[in-house]
């Protein structure tokens, strides 16, 4: 697309774009560390993680005052005006993840001992590497402005909620077979619904990112579903 | 401002470093320089005006001083018996006044003696005080009032231009070596007239509603009768001249099409203002008196001939001031659903009021000035006695404009007749400043803001 | 403000008011609109947007044949009004522009009283058989324009004394006197302040109730905030119409898109 008239305007909207992108991958490295922190009992890189979201709260904040400025100054239409609206929203939902991996590294160190069984840890990570590959493609779709990309993003939510349920059950099984693990496990029980949150916040990014491209909602085709109330 | 070059910055993000620090507060050469011009120009504007005042002083003294005097008049007084047996004589001889100037005579001697004046001269060579006109107007008043018959009436009778510009100081006594018109004897007898009271200095209303007299008769001219060819004229412009131009104006700018053929007349209207008048003249000639076979010398003609040349006039000031009128009056009138020619005439044409009236007051103005036409129609009319009688023989019967008369005037030999003409400057330049007043008012009755 | 109604517009989109076909204008050699087909909805603002120079404002001189008093101006094609051709040759460019009023750019009272300038479509239509006929419709046009509170004492002063705002609300109440059916408005705002113009947008859309409104207007804000549907000119061809929170969210056409979010070359 071509340049604005105004070119500092087209400065503040590639600026804004590396705010969120900048978020995108603190986020990112928030989750993946928490995670790791949760499968290896790392209570360094717990509270480490702990300590690192509050930069993404600052950059959060920093953004929503700039996307306010940017929409009083240069009222902003059509394709610019759906790119703020998306980065408000995708901040917001980037925001959240931040929050979610907190949450994860919180219940490491509430964990504080060796999972009795590394069979779990394994549905996690799985779960886990689907998640975080959601979110770097969506931060990817966002970035390039694929449409298409982000389409596919939010078919691949379906795979996530799949595993969250049969992670769901699995642990259900070990609380039913030993009472003893049941806080381990309601604690691996909150990490495992974090990322699938997470999930689903890559979810509501890729819709934003279809959105901002095409000025269109992206078709919502997939009943979305918790299984596992049907367990 | 000296130190900035040519060289654009370097890059988008780096400032351009400041020039020198200079203060403001002490001038740079180059303000110091403009600022100097500037003095100088505004000098010569304000020499320019002075030159402009002092030539419109040195004009206005010019004309005061030579044409007052034309203002003021001297009168003898005279007790003349009126007397019916020498009125029925008089009325009887073949040269009236020759008889009338005999009873004069005799009354004038019985006042010098009434005033213990003694004289060496003749009848005749006291009648030379007198103006010509005096014994008419005995005749005239004694005719007019066939009851004072039998009374003595108190005359003033117009002294002779002589004795009028001796007290004037337009003669003086070196002069009249020459003149075959009045001797020093008569200025000694004036000095004891004027100390006896029997001589009067009085505004001349006579200058002002009197009519043009023979060259030996200064003293009665006036300019009263050219002053009503001038205003029939004036008319005649004014009522062909404003309805024509204004029409002319209205469809030129309004309605006319663009193309080749208006721009042609356009450009014909423009040569036109541009014509010399003495063409306009010829052409009034031409058409008017021998093709069209209307009276010489008559206001009509004159007055057909200036409208040809004020129109050109009218018709550029009045499509200014149409054109002035913002099109945004025009807009507002035909988008509420007015025909073209309401909004012209309800709108358009009372905003560019004050500037046609402008248009037409200094086109008439300077039809009022003109003389070259009228000299080639016959305007020069001598009308030494009578008044137009009706509005339409003001238009038909000869008559002469007051540029004509000052003209005629200034063209006599005896210089009682320059002084009538500065005169006749005076109340030319009166009747035009009438004129620019009544515009005035007019236009501020019509100004109106928008 | 109209949220509401949008839905309902663009459901009714039924019978327009006025069908442009075609539409071709000339200026002499210069092609300046081309091919202009526009449906427009009545009782509905229409806004136009686009650059200068790109013919919108001729194009709405179309629509009461104003472009009729300039001589070199052509205008091919056909707009109807109603079902009913404007530039059918029995159709008098007069008689139509009563019942398709104008108001422009620079408010432009005449320079008569604010009574006169109101009575004054009236008077020359003779609308009014009575003096009391005339102070009613002068009132009633008043008080539809929002301004009869602020004038009604003053009837008799110079409309041309009054502030911009309310003068050009007296341009508009001046057009309503006549009763038109359509009122085209050739950027109303363009001259006034930002609370003048917040009182002229919410007349218009009070007056969307009654009459169709076609605003032409330079501000893409204004014409967010007071129509319905928007058409967007380029170089005189009419490149995008739709309903206009599509146009400013979502337009279809990348020349709107650049001129929507000020990336014009």
């Known amino acids: 697309m071509s340049e604005h008239t105004v070119t500092a305007y087209d400065d503040e909207l590639t600026a804004m774009a590396g705010k969120v992108a900048e978020m995108g991958g603190i986020a990112e490295k928030a989750f993946a560390d928490a995670v790791s922190a949760l499968v290896s009992q790392d209570l360094e890189l717990a509270k480490a993680t702990i300590k690192g979201d509050v930069r993404l709260d600052t950059l959060y904040n920093e953004l929503e005052v700039k996307l306010i400025e940017l929409i009083v100054r240069r009222q902003p239409m059509g394709q610019d005006l759906r790119e703020i609206t998306a980065a408000t929203r995708i901040a917001n939902d980037l925001e959240r993840v931040g929050d979610l991996a907190k949450n994860v590294a919180k219940r490491v160190i509430a964990i504080d001992s060796d999972l009795q069984s590394k069979k779990l840890a394994i549905g996690v990570e799985h779960m886990t590497e689907l998640a975080l590959s959601q979110l770097k493609q969506v931060l990817d779709a966002y970035t390039r402005k694929d449409a298409e990309a982000a389409r596919r993003v939010q078919e691949a939510d379906a795979e996530v909620d799949a595993i969250y349920t049969s992670i769901f059950r699995e642990l259900l099984t070990y609380m039913m077979e030993d009472p003893r693990v049941i806080t381990q496990c309601v604690h691996l029980l909150f990490c495992a619904k974090n990322i699938e949150r997470i999930g689903d916040h890559a979810t509501n990014i890729a819709e934003n990112v279809y959105y901002m491209v095409t000025g269109e909602r992206l078709p919502e085709d997939r009943a979305k579903v918790d299984e596992t109330g049907a367990v | 401002m000296t130190d900035t070059t040519l060289t654009p910055p370097s890059g988008k993000t780096s400032a351009p470093t400041p020039n020198k620090i200079t203060s403001i507060l002490e001038l740079d050469p180059l303000t110091k320089k403009r600022n100097a011009a500037e003095a100088r120009f505004k000098l010569y504007g304000i020499i320019a005006i002075g030159i402009g005042l002092f030539f419109l002083v040195a004009l206005l003294w010019a004309i005061l001083s030579n044409g007052l005097g034309a203002f003021s008049q001297t009168f003898v007084k005279v007790d003349v018996p009126l007397n019916q047996q020498q009125i029925d004589d008089a009325e009887k001889s073949v040269v009236k006044t020759s008889k009338y100037r005999a009873i004069i005579d005799d009354a004038f001697a019985k006042e010098l003696a009434g005033a213990n004046i003694t004289t060496e001269m003749s009848a005749k060579d006291l009648q030379k005080l007198f103006s010509s006109g005096a014994a008419a107007t005995v005749r005239d008043y004694a005719l007019a009032n066939p009851d004072k018959v039998g009374t003595t009436v108190t005359f003033e009778l117009i002294a002779s231009s002589r004795v009028d510009g001796y007290l004037k100081g337009r003669v003086k006594r070196e002069d009249l070596a020459e003149d075959k018109n009045l001797d020093a004897a008569h200025l000694d007898l004036v000095d004891q007239m004027k100390s006896a009271g029997l001589l009067e200095k009085r505004f001349n209303w006579s200058f002002i509603t009197g009519t043009d007299a023979s060259d030996s008769r200064p003293e009665q001219a006036g300019i009263g009768a050219s002053m009503i060819g001038s205003l029939f004229m004036m008319l005649v412009v004014l009522f062909l001249s404003l309805p024509i131009g204004v029409a002319a104006s209205i469809y030129l700018e309004e309605f006319a099409p663009q193309n080749k053929f208006t721009d042609l007349i356009e450009v014909n209207i423009s040569n036109l203002a541009a014509v010399p008048s003495i063409v306009f003249g010829i052409l009034g000639l031409a058409v008017f008196i021998q093709f069209m076979h209307l009276p010489q010398s008559a206001p009509l003609v004159g007055g057909l001939v200036l409208t040809l040349m004020t129109l050109p006039t009218i018709i550029i000031s009045t499509r200014a001031s149409l054109k002035a009128v913002p099109p945004s009056i025009r807009d507002a009138a035909l988008g509420i659903g007015a025909s073209k020619m309401q909004s012209i005439f309800h709108h358009v044409l009372p905003l560019a009021m004050p500037g046609i009236l402008t248009g037409t007051i200094i086109g008439l103005a300077q039809a009022l000035g003109e003389t070259a036409p009228l000299l080639l129609i016959g305007m020069v009319g001598f009308i030494a006695s009578n008044f137009p009688d009706g509005v339409a023989a003001g238009f038909f019967s000869p008559n002469s404009a007051m540029p004509a008369q000052i003209y005629e005037w200034a063209k006599r030999a005896d210089p009682a007749f320059y002084e009538r003409a500065w005169g006749g400057i005076i109340v030319l330049l009166v009747f035009l400043m009438t004129m620019n007043i009544i515009a005035i008012i007019l236009r501020r009755r019509f100004e109106r803001r928008w | ?265």
């Open chain 3, 1 to 265: 403000m109209n949220e509401m109604p949008n839905f309902e517009q663009a459901k009714t989109m039924t019978e327009s008011k006025i069908s442009a076909n075609k539409v071709q204008v000339y200026y002499g050699d210069t092609h300046a609109i081309k091919d202009v087909d526009i449906e427009i909805q009545p009782r509905s603002v229409t806004a136009f947007i686009g650059p200068s120079g790109c013919g919108k404002s001729t194009f709405l001189r179309t629509l009461n044949r104003m472009n009729d008093t300039i001589d070199i101006c052509r205008v091919e094609g056909s707009i109807k009004i109603d079902g009913e051709n404007i530039y059918d040759p029995k159709v008098d460019p007069v008689q139509l522009r009563a019942k398709v009023g104008m108001v422009f750019q620079k408010p432009n009272p005449f320079p008569k009283s604010i009574y006169d300038n109101i009575a004054y479509g009236p008077r020359i239509h003779g609308l009014s058989r009575s003096k009391a006929e005339l102070d009613e419709i002068v009132a009633s046009s008043l008080q539809k324009a929002g301004l009869w509170e602020e004038v009604k004492n003053r009837l008799d002063e110079p409309g041309t004394g009054m502030s911009g705002g309310q003068q050009q609300r007296l341009c508009i109440a001046r057009a309503i006197a006549v009763s038109p059916e359509v009122i085209l408005m050739d950027e109303p705002c363009s001259a006034l302040d930002p609370i003048a113009t917040a009182k002229v947008e919410e007349l218009i859309d009070e007056l969307r109730e009654n009459f169709t409104i076609v605003i032409v207007t330079h501000s893409m804000q204004q014409a967010a905030r007071v129509s319905q549907r928007t058409a967007f000119f380029h170089l005189g061809v009419l490149v995008e119409e739709g309903l206009t929170e599509d146009i400013f969210t979502n337009p279809k056409d990348k020349r709107t898109q650049d001129y929507i979010t000020g990336r014009f070359g």
